[in-house]
C-alpha cells in the first residue's frame, strides 16, 4: 500500500544472492508514483551496464499525503541499504525520478542527517552517510500541491496509455478531494518542510538535474529554480535542460544530447 522496494536484476553490491560479481557503486533509484518494475527495467539495465547494481524504491500515491509512511518506506530502504554497506562499503548515489523525492527521497534525506527518528542505528545512517556521494534528478523535484498525486496517476507518461479509463479518473479525483479536505490544513506545512529538506542536502554532491521545457508534471521553471537555489547555497550543481523529452525520459532522449541549455 505504501511501497515497496528491490534489488533491481537481483544484483546486490556484494556479489551475493544471485548478485554475480562485485558492483562499483549502488544506485538507489525513489521511482515516480505508481511505476512498475517493467518500467524501470531500462534504467536498471543501464546502471549495471556501468558497473552499478540499482536499490529501487516504488512509492504509492498515499505516501503523499503521510509524511509516517513515506518516513517509514524510506527506513526500509535505508535498512536493505546497509545490510550491503555493512558487507562491502561503496558509492551510493540517490537517483530521484518524478514524484520520487516526495514519496521517499525526503524521508530519507531526513534519517540520514538526523532531523527525523527511524529504526537504525546511528552509526547506520552514519554509514550511508559517509557512502553517499551525488545526487540525480530527473524530472523533478516537483512541488507539492494538493493535486500532485492526481495529475501523475491520470497523466498519459505515468499510465504508459493515451487516455485514462473514465472510472480510473472518477477514482482517482474522488479520493483525491476527499484526501484535499482532510489535509487542508497540512499541505503548507509539508511542503515547506519538504523543499526545506531538499535544499538542506546540497552538501551531498555533485547534483545532477535533468529537466524539459515542454514537462507538464514538472514544470522547467520550478526545476530550474531548485537548481539554482543549491548554486546559491554552494552546491556543485549541473542542471541539462531539453527542449523536448518525455516525462522520465531525458536519459533516453537520442544520442544523449540535449537540445537546450546547461549551467554549473
Not at 86 to 102: D, E, L, Y
Request: hydrophobic content about 40%.
Amino acid at each position: 500500500m505504501w511501497g515497496r522496494h528491490y534489488w533491481g536484476g537481483g544484483r546486490r553490491p556484494s556479489g551475493g544472492a544471485g548478485g554475480g560479481a562485485e558492483v562499483g557503486g549502488v544506485v538507489v533509484m525513489f521511482a515516480w508514483l505508481s511505476s512498475q518494475e517493467r518500467h524501470v527495467r531500462a534504467y536498471v539495465e543501464l546502471y549495471a551496464a556501468l558497473g552499478w547494481a540499482c536499490l529501487v524504491c516504488h512509492s504509492e500515491f498515499l505516501t503523499l499525503f503521510f509524511p509516517d509512511k513515506a518516513a517509514m518506506l524510506a527506513d526500509r530502504v535505508l535498512a536493505e541499504l546497509v545490510k550491503e554497506l555493512k558487507v562491502r562499503p561503496v558509492p551510493v548515489v540517490f537517483a530521484s525520478f518524478s514524484g520520487g523525492p516526495k514519496g521517499c527521497t525526503y524521508k530519507v534525506l531526513q534519517l540520514i542527517e538526523r532531523r527525523c527518528e527511524g529504526q537504525l542505528s546511528l552509526d547506520e545512517y552514519q554509514l550511508v552517510r559517509d557512502c553517499l556521494c551525488g545526487q540525480m534528478y530527473d524530472s523533478s523535484p516537483v512541488d507539492f500541491v494538493s493535486d500532485l498525486g492526481t495529475r501523475f496517476l491520470l497523466h498519459p507518461s505515468v499510465l504508459k496509455m493515451s487516455q485514462p479509463p473514465r472510472i480510473l479518473s472518477w477514482m482517482t479525483r474522488g479520493i483525491a478531494s476527499g484526501l484535499d479536505t482532510l489535509f487542508i490544513g497540512k499541505f503548507e506545512a509539508q511542503r515547506a518542510e519538504y523543499w526545506d529538506t531538499l535544499y538542506s542536502s546540497v552538501h551531498v554532491g555533485p547534483i545532477l538535474i535533468l529537466c524539459s521545457e515542454d514537462d507538464e508534471l514538472a514544470p522547467c521553471s520550478i526545476v530550474q529554480k531548485f537548481g539554482r537555489r543549491l548554486l546559491e547555497l554552494g552546491g556543485d550543481v549541473n542542471l541539462v535542460k531539453w527542449q523536448s523529452s518525455p516525462h522520465v525520459g531525458e536519459l533516453f532522449v537520442p544520442s544523449y544530447v540535449p537540445n537546450g541549455t546547461s549551467f554549473q
